[in-house]
């Protein structure tokens, strides 16, 4: 998330992507850099255990939103 | 509050860069107060969050992880007697003041000032009761070694407080051993257990040898350096054993039954302490936060005009 927000503010569109159980800490963070509000997308938790092709089909049903958050 | 410690309330302690977060000296004196404080504990607050504002110790990783760990709080020199810290019976426990409060200014300060707040930026699982306070001092006087911040580059006459990230504490019982291996098998093995979160690179341990165990090391004339030579050297595990619980990836080949994996790296990894009762054959192991970004900072207490 941090990392997003200050590529950002260095001109490099970036994407944020947390898992769902950490939606409150992405915007708290958010919030500490003075940007309530600021889009991130996120995914169902947990990743770690999954199977490739579990994680696979993940990355697959987030390209369409990373891309519309890049070209935003 | 800020008296006890010679400071002006607009005084900058530190940052926490990640947080876009700045840490001033009269917010740290209110969490102070709230947390019952007496205004001399106060020059401990303050060298207590100076030190987690420093950057070896990486503050966001340790506070934010849903490892919940602790900040032990580890107090050495003169001021442990001016202000009546506990370096002896029951020292994890309740009852003394200075130790109580001084741990809960910190964590009220981590909280208040630093954003560190349960669900937010405290993402603790299960964090642990250390997270309310976690104070103590070192028994120097009847340690078999020069004092922990002496051995972390501090002059003797100077106080020193050090910070270490810690998400539990266990306590290691040996009532038969007389001499130092039978006893260090047994911390080598309670710091080299399946469930260790720091499997995949060196951090730190923390050990807190208590009396019974103090003294067959003192008898024994091992070093500091000695002590955690032997803990390095019996803490590790075949490869093998990690894979079987998952705790590597893929299948363990012939060869990983014979290939070891240290835990620890490098003596000073092993911070060893003496302190608690006399009495009982206890002392206690506290596995660092599980990774080897942060590390434990030892900062000298200022006592200005106090």
């Known amino acids: 998330m941090l990392d997003a927000i200050l590529l950002e503010q260095h001109g490099v569109p970036a994407v944020a992507i947390v898992t769902d159980v950490f939606r409150a800490t992405g915007e708290t963070m958010a919030m500490s850099w003075g940007l309530a509000g600021y889009p991130f997308l996120d995914t169902p938790h947990p990743i770690a255990n999954l199977r490739d092709k579990d994680l696979d089909a993940r990355a697959d049903r987030l390209v369409e939103p990373v891309v519309a958050l890049l070209t935003r | 509050m800020l008296a006890g410690g010679g400071l002006r309330g607009d005084e900058v302690f530190g940052e926490i860069p990640g947080r876009n977060t700045v840490v001033v000296a009269d917010k740290v004196a209110i969490n102070a107060?709230?947390?019952g404080c007496r205004p001399d504990?106060?020059?401990?607050?303050?060298?207590?969050?100076?030190?987690?504002?420093?950057?070896?110790?990486?503050?966001?990783?340790?506070?934010?992880?849903?490892?919940g760990s602790a900040i032990v709080l580890v107090v050495n020199g003169p001021i442990r007697h001016r202000v009546g810290l506990n370096a002896g019976?029951?020292?994890?426990?309740?009852?003394?003041r200075a130790n109580a409060t001084i741990g809960r200014a910190v964590r009220l300060t981590m909280m208040n000032v630093m954003q560190t707040r349960p669900g937010f930026f405290d993402r603790a699982t299960l964090g642990n009761p250390g997270k309310y306070s976690f104070c103590f001092a070192e028994n120097e006087e009847e340690s078999p070694w020069p004092p922990l911040h002496v051995e972390r580059g501090c002059r003797p006459e100077e106080s020193a407080v050090t910070v270490y990230a810690s998400n539990s504490l266990y306590q290691v019982y040996n009532q038969l051993a007389?001499?130092?291996?039978?006893?260090l098998r047994c911390f080598a093995d309670a710091?080299?257990?399946?469930?260790?979160?720091?499997?995949?690179?060196?951090n730190q341990a923390l050990l807190v040898f208590a009396g019974e165990h103090s003294?067959?090391?003192?008898?024994?004339?091992?070093?500091?350096?000695?002590?955690?030579?032997?803990?390095?050297?019996?803490?590790?595990?075949?490869?093998?054993?990690?894979?079987?619980?998952?705790r590597l990836p893929g299948e363990p080949t012939a060869s990983d039954e014979t290939?070891?994996?240290?835990?620890?790296?490098?003596?000073?990894?092993?911070?060893?302490?003496?302190?608690?009762?006399?009495?009982?054959?206890?002392?206690?192991?506290?596995p660092g936060w599980g990774n080897k970004?942060?590390?434990?900072?030892t900062a000298v207490i200022e006592e200005g005009s106090a």
Do not use: M
């Open chain 2, 33 to 35: 107060v709230l947390a």
């Open chain 2, 41 to 67: 504990y106060f020059p401990v607050v303050v060298a207590a969050v100076k030190a987690l504002c420093h950057p070896d110790f990486a503050y966001h990783g340790p506070a934010s992880s849903t490892g």
């Open chain 2, 89 to 96: 019976n029951n020292l994890f426990g309740q009852g003394t």
């Open chain 2, 178 to 183: 007389a001499t130092p291996e039978p006893l």
């Open chain 2, 191 to 202: 710091l080299s257990n399946l469930g260790l979160p720091n499997v995949k690179g060196f």
């Open chain 2, 215 to 246: 003294e067959v090391l003192a008898k024994s004339g091992w070093s500091r350096r000695e002590v955690a030579a032997f803990l390095i050297e019996h803490a590790r595990r075949p490869l093998a054993d990690f894979k079987r619980a998952t």
């Open chain 2, 259 to 286: 290939t070891v994996r240290a835990l620890f790296e490098r003596p000073e990894d092993v911070l060893i302490v003496s302190a608690g009762g006399r009495a009982g054959s206890w002392s206690a192991c506290l």
């Open chain 2, 293 to 297: 970004w942060t590390k434990a900072v």
